[in-house]
């Protein structure tokens, strides 16, 4: 899944090149990029599939050459439910066949992985679990009482010594405190994101869940007796899409199937969510500071400074974020990085669509 906004990183991160398409944290890659190279011992390209937003589809098949074969162009970003929808109704048509049907993974491209051995493990052990016909998320075990993430409440064990459980409940973004008693207690797990199921596991699942929205992506590929979403008529596919709901995968089924099982890791992963989760995913200096660009820094502690055309300077400056780029400059407080999107809400305001 390739399609989010990044609005959290603006002015780095815009609609036609967001946050996965961007180098943010890294000089070498950009975060898609770095997404698809970590599958190479996994899946090869021919069996890999990007869903992306349309306007971003032509800048991302340019960066996943010759590392992904398959893409699908949402017309308009429905969440997470409805890629994953598209995804699996594509997949089921790739590989079709008798039997058990194909195990589809689905990652986020905008995560740090810090531990990839660790990850391809997970991996596998997903699919032993996706084969039991579960619908599999990837648990994190926590590090500290993190409250930007959801998290994940571990069930009865599935298998004898092994990290893979029931799910037996989902927690939403917790306040400090109760963010800390979920660490003291040792069942709980960050939410990742990832996934793995068996492709007719989920589309019985959304057939359970959002049964019109299933039956309406379906309509199109029968209706037009192709086996592709890229063969349907655009407008037809957009009209369709854009009557559908915006849900997430967690909200709309997984919080309510009783398929659900965790696979608990511990993989140095990290999402990426805005400018001040930067100092916590890459090394900084002895000061705390973290530099990308060029940077004179006198007597800074905490800061983290991106610039890719000018030469920033801060002098005397503790805890800001200062991010020039694309003819825009933002300095905020960290406290204040998710506000980041409020700038995005205003520009669009007041119709600056050349910032946005």
Same mark, same amino acid.
């Given at each position: 899944m390739a399609g989010g906004s990044g609005t959290r990183f603006w002015p780095k991160s815009r609609h036609l090149e967001p946050k996965q398409l961007c180098r943010i944290g890294s000089n070498n890659a950009t975060m898609l990029v770095q997404t698809l190279d970590r599958l190479d011992n996994l899946i090869p390209p021919e069996r890999r599939l990007i869903v992306t937003h349309q306007d971003q589809m032509e800048l991302t098949r340019r960066q996943a050459e010759g590392r992904c074969d398959h893409f699908l162009a949402e017309p308009a970003a429905k969440n997470t439910?409805?890629?994953?929808?598209?995804?699996?109704?594509? !997949?089921?048509?790739?590989?079709?066949?008798?039997?058990p049907g194909p195990i589809m993974i689905s990652v986020h491209a905008d995560a740090l992985i810090k531990n990839p051995d660790a990850f391809n493990q997970a991996v596998k052990r997903m699919v032993q679990t996706a084969a039991m016909e579960k619908l599999t998320l990837l648990g994190i075990t926590p590090q500290y009482p993190e409250t930007g993430y959801g998290y994940i409440e571990k069930g009865e064990g599935l298998k004898p010594e092994t990290p893979i459980f029931q799910v037996k409940s989902f927690r939403e973004k917790p306040d400090q405190a109760t963010a800390a008693s979920y660490i003291k207690t040792g069942? /709980?797990?960050?939410?990742?994101? !990832? /996934?793995?199921?068996? $492709?007719?596991? @989920?589309? #019985?699942?959304? *057939?359970? /869940?959002?049964?019109?929205?299933?039956?309406?992506?379906?309509?199109?590929?029968?209706?037009y007796g192709v086996s592709s979403f890229n063969e349907v008529p655009q407008d037809e596919l957009a009209r369709t899409y854009n009557a559908l709901p915006s849900i997430a995968i967690d909200n709309g089924v997984l919080e309510k199937s009783q398929r659900v099982a965790v696979v608990e890791a511990d993989i140095g992963w990290k999402d990426v969510?805005?400018? #001040?989760?930067?100092? %916590? &995913? /890459?090394?900084?200096?002895? +000061?705390?500071?973290?530099?990308?660009?060029?940077v004179i820094a006198m007597d800074c502690e905490g800061i983290t400074v991106d610039s890719d055309?000018? @030469?920033?300077? &801060? !002098?005397? =400056?503790?805890?800001?974020? =200062?991010? =020039?780029? +694309? *003819?825009?400059?933002? $300095?905020?407080?960290?406290?204040?990085? %998710? #506000?980041?999107? +409020? =700038?995005?809400?205003?520009l669009k305001a007041r119709s600056r669509t050349d910032l946005v």
């Open positions: 439910a409805h890629a994953l929808a598209l995804a699996a109704l594509e !997949i089921s048509r790739m590989a079709p066949g008798s039997g069942r /709980f797990l960050w939410n990742s994101g !990832i /996934f793995a199921w068996r $492709v007719d596991t @989920i589309l #019985d699942e959304l *057939g359970n /869940f959002l049964p019109q929205s299933l039956h309406s992506l379906r309509q199109l590929l029968e209706g969510g805005s400018w #001040d989760a930067l100092d %916590q &995913c /890459f090394p900084t200096d002895e +000061k705390g500071n973290l530099f990308y660009g060029e055309t000018k @030469i920033v300077a &801060c !002098i005397g =400056v503790k805890d800001l974020v =200062v991010v =020039v780029s +694309k *003819g825009a400059v933002l $300095v905020c407080p960290k406290s204040r990085a %998710q #506000d980041v999107k +409020k =700038v995005v809400e205003e």
